[in-house]
C-alpha cells in the first residue's frame, strides 16, 4: 500500500517558531488523528526560522483532504504569525517508519 503526504513550508510573521510550533502540537495533532487515513504527522523549524509541516496519510484523497483542513485551521488560528510559502501533495517513495 502506498502512503500519500502533505508538506507545507510557512514563513514565520511574528512570535516565535516555537511558539507557533507548540500551538500547532496542541491543536493540529488532536484534529489531524480524528481525520480518516491519518498516518502521522511531523512538524520542524527551518535553519531560516521558517516552519515545515509534514502529514502522512493513507490515500491521495486524504492528503488533499488536509489540504484544506490545514489551511482553514491556519486561517482560524495561525493566519497573524505565520504565512504559507510553498504546499505539496504527493506519493511516499518509501518509509522506513511505516
Known sequence: MSHHFRVAMYDLTSGTAQETVDIA???M???YEAQPGFVRYEVGI?????????????????????VAL????????LAHRISLREEHTGDIAWDEAL
Open 70 to 77: 490545514a489551511a482553514e485551521w491556519v486561517a482560524a488560528n
Open 46 to 66: 527551518l535553519d531560516t526560522g521558517g516552519i515545515v509541516s509534514f502529514s502522512i496519510w493513507e490515500t491521495e484523497q486524504e492528503a488533499q483532504t488536509a
Open 25 to 27: 502540537r496542541s491543536q
Open 29 to 31: 495533532i488532536p484534529l
